[in-house]
């Protein structure tokens, strides 16, 4: 076939060909969209799932989709090198930027930049932009050193703004998990006070199924304030669009039996579809078919391609006993499993596995559906495991 017009394109964050099995997901959105544009109420999403289900893709297509209605996005990606208040800044600068493009901003929204110059000076942020310079702190907003306070007044003077000109906000949270806590509790606060206000300012936080356990620790009321929405593996339906309408368009087909097989071998995870659709027409003959063995001859290649990328990645810098915790559960199958049988296991007590468990969950490469069980959050990585580490 044809490498050139090969439709299948995996990739971090990477919008596939046929974004299948979300419409329910943007739908949500979307209406959460209008419903604050014209002053109702709604709640912030929170996509929680694995890795490689498309969470990251998600936050880009509602961004697209704020875009449509005339509302302006910023975006923050959560971990241990990206200082978040800071990120909070220069998003809120970027809002107001692109809310108020042009000379125009100083001339109307001198309030929102006093305010944004206070929290500036509070939290030593003066590399956050140009657009503060000659405007006056706020007196009293954003100034307290208190991070609550000021994110809150911060936040609610941007919304405020977007409200003035018709216009809404939404500001995307990737790999929200890495978030601390003493970022996430006054980050929640600030977004309740907006909801109840009825701002139009929407946050979007993508992150590992950890991501529910930390909310409810940051704030009680976290599951009222978010629409929580689990992203999964799709169903067979959405599985096989994924992989045959691409090559639709370029006059290909996929055999029944073809499609049958793929499904079987990724489990339906999007990532997964990408690669093995990807190998799948290099080894198709083709013309316009690309029959079951095809799909067969492509798995060995499509699992060698994950292994070097999507798992790999996943296991570099980890130490002997980490690596040795991780082949115990995936001698036990993919999971959940209990922390005692794995640390039976190893042929120790759960307490002396305990940081080694909790390095893991820390890493984002176990997570705690539930106490006193650990779970991998990359789909099928019990199997790298044991075709590499066991």
């Not at 890495?178 to 606060?189: I, S």
Request: charged share 25%; net charge negative; proline share 6%.
């Amino acid at each position: 076939m044809d490498p050139i017009s090969n439709p299948y394109s995996p990739g971090a964050g990477k919008r596939p060909p046929a974004l299948a099995g979300r419409d329910d997901q943007i739908e949500a959105f979307d209406i959460a969209v209008q419903r604050l544009a014209v002053g109702r109420s709604d709640r912030s999403q929170m996509l929680t799932g694995l890795r490689g289900v498309g969470k990251t893709v998600l936050l880009r297509e509602f961004r697209d989709v704020a875009a449509g209605h005339g509302w302006v996005s910023q975006s923050l990606e959560a971990g241990e090198d990206s200082p978040f208040v800071r990120q909070i800044a220069a998003a809120a600068q970027g809002a107001l930027l692109d809310l108020t493009p042009g000379r125009r901003l100083l001339q109307i929204a001198s309030r929102v930049l006093g305010v944004l110059k206070s929290f500036q000076l509070s939290w030593d942020i003066p590399e956050a932009g140009t657009i503060t310079l000659g405007v006056d702190p706020v007196d009293g907003r954003a100034d307290s050193r208190i991070l609550q306070r000021d994110l809150t007044d911060l936040l609610r003077e941007v919304a405020q703004h977007a409200k003035d000109r018709n216009k809404g906000v939404v500001v995307t949270i990737d790999e929200i998990q890495h978030l601390p806590k003493q970022h996430l509790r006054p980050l929640v606060v600030a977004l309740h006070e907006i909801s109840q206000l009825d701002l139009p300012l929407l946050m979007v936080g993508a992150g590992l199924p950890s991501v529910l356990g930390l909310l409810g620790e940051a704030r009680t009321y976290a599951e009222r304030l978010f629409s929580f929405v689990d992203i999964d593996s799709l169903d067979d339906g959405a599985a096989a669009q994924a992989l045959a309408e691409p090559a639709s368009v370029e006059g290909v087909s996929w055999d029944d039996g073809a499609i049958e097989e793929a499904l079987s071998l990724t489990q339906g995870y999007p990532y997964f579809l990408q690669e093995f659709g990807r190998q799948a027409w290099r080894m198709a003959e083709g013309p316009d078919r690309i029959t079951r063995q095809d799909v067969l001859d492509a798995a060995p290649l499509a699992r060698a391609e994950l292994d070097a990328g999507f798992f790999r990645v996943r296991m570099d810098r980890t130490t002997d006993a980490q690596r040795a915790y991780l082949a115990a559960m995936a001698a036990m199958g993919p999971g959940p499993h209990r922390s005692g049988d794995v640390a039976a296991a190893l042929g120790k007590k759960t307490t002396q596995v305990g940081p080694v468990r909790h390095s893991l969950i820390q890493r984002g490469l176990c997570y705690s559906p539930r106490h006193d069980v650990l779970a991998f959050t990359v789909p099928m990585f019990d199997e790298f495991i044991r075709r590499h580490i066991v």
